[in-house]
């Protein structure tokens, strides 16, 4: 199996309940796993974070550019990862939620086993981190999945 990050901070739309940073599979793309995400306040102000399970995605701007951190010999990512949403997901569900302090580089980092939180081929699969209550703001974050 193929190891895959990518990172960036939030730079055109800011993250709300249902938008923001994240990763979805494509039509055709196989299953995959996410095994890490971390998120840092940009900012003196505290803020809440929280990653939701999507079954659609809202609409994608920043595309990113995924690294492949193992096995160089796998096939590339399929996955599509991005800065920002213009449009609202659709949440199936909030699966981890924190409080980031209010400090610029307070973070959190979530991690998940191998194969435990698994996301389905299908376009509109995937996940992205939210800003779940209160003030939005932008954050610095990384992502990392398994193929």
Request: aromatic share 8%.
């Amino acid at each position: 199996m193929a190891i895959f990050e990518v990172a960036s901070r939030t730079v055109t739309n800011l993250p709300t309940t249902l938008r923001g940073p994240g990763i979805f599979a494509a039509a055709t793309s196989g299953k995959f796993w996410i095994r890490e995400v971390g998120i840092f306040n940009t900012t003196a102000t505290a803020v809440c974070v929280g990653i939701i399970v999507c079954t659609a995605s809202g609409t994608q701007v920043g595309g990113l550019t995924e690294y492949q951190i193992d096995d160089a010999s796998a096939p590339a990512p399929s996955e599509t990862a991005f800065t920002s949403q213009s449009s609202d997901s659709t949440s199936a569900a909030t699966i981890r939620q924190a409080s980031l302090g209010a400090a610029i580089g307070s973070g959190v980092i979530f991690t998940w086993g191998e194969k435990e939180l698994e996301i389905a081929e299908g376009t509109g699969n995937g996940i992205v981190i939210n800003c779940p209550t209160g003030t939005a703001q932008h954050v610095d974050f990384y992502l990392k999945w398994q193929k």
